[in-house]
């Protein structure tokens, strides 16, 4: 599967970003798609479950972005988005789709095995 991510950028405490992520593969009954983010500096097994939705809608979120951010699907367009709210300096990271066969909602980032480039997201103070 191709994933390609776009919307990242810089933006000041407080502000807002809306990501997206263009899944060419996914589609059908069965998967999940989420966001996963990794600080600047630190290794792949740093990076973070954020937030994951499946084919039938349900969500799971991490504790750290709960209330700011929202992810949502548009299917028609197979295409994925991470709306940012409220972002503070420790949102800052290079930000990842990724996707799974399975409704089974996962923020453990070695069980998804389609990932796009990341795009970075920057929050100053």
């Known amino acids: 599967a191709r994933l390609v991510e776009s919307g990242g950028g810089s933006v000041q405490t407080g502000g807002s970003l809306r990501l997206s992520c263009a899944a060419a593969?996914?589609?059908?009954?069965?998967?999940?798609v989420g966001w996963f983010r990794q600080p600047p500096g630190e290794a792949r097994e740093a990076r973070e479950g954020?937030?994951?939705?499946?084919?039938?809608?349900?969500?799971v979120y991490a504790a750290s972005v709960k209330g700011r951010f929202t992810i949502s699907e548009d299917s028609s367009k197979n295409t994925l988005y991470l709306q940012m709210n409220s972002l503070k300096p420790e949102d800052s990271a290079i930000y990842y789709c990724?996707?799974?066969?399975?409704?089974?909602?996962?923020?453990?980032?070695?069980?998804?095995?389609?990932w796009g480039q990341g795009t970075q997201v920057t929050v100053s103070s």
């Open positions: 990724a996707a799974r066969t399975g409704l089974r909602l996962t923020r453990q980032q070695w069980e998804y095995d389609d």
């Open positions: 593969k996914y589609t059908g009954s069965s998967y999940s």
């Open positions: 954020v937030a994951v939705i499946n084919s039938v809608g349900d969500t």
